[in-house]
Nanobody, 121 residues
């Protein structure tokens, strides 16, 4: 059994910064990838940023140059540093991970509960 717990969301003015974190815990054998999705009112959930086990990253075009995703493998934790925030970044941010649990050989998706990020103009 695996749990993902996010933290770091809140209210910030445009141009400000926030740092989100997500820690995975449970019967984990390995984590293939971790990342962040977001869902704004009236929009579909979209990928924001992700990092794979070999350290490669990918970003949504809308956040490139402003957001940075990083991973601490020892802590099974992924971070999202968000700078130069815009009102358009307002959304619920969800942590996602591809995890192989102990005694299994294939990975599956796990999701956090979400954390609200609100950017005022």
């Amino acid at each position: 059994q695996v749990q993902l717990v996010e933290s770091g969301g809140g209210l910030v003015q445009a141009g400000g910064s926030l740092r989100l974190s997500c820690a995975a815990s449970g019967s984990i054998f390995s984590i293939n990838a971790m990342g962040w999705y977001r869902q704004a009112p009236g929009k579909q959930r979209e990928l924001v940023a992700a990092v794979t086990s070999d350290g490669s990253t990918n970003y949504s075009d809308s956040v490139k140059g402003r957001f940075t995703v990083s991973r601490d493998n020892a802590k099974n934790t992924v971070y999202l540093q968000m700078n130069s925030l815009k009102p358009e970044d307002t959304a619920v941010y969800y942590c996602n991970a591809l995890i192989i649990i102990k005694w299994y050989y294939t990975s599956r998706d796990y999701w956090g509960q979400g954390t609200q990020v609100t950017v005022s103009s």
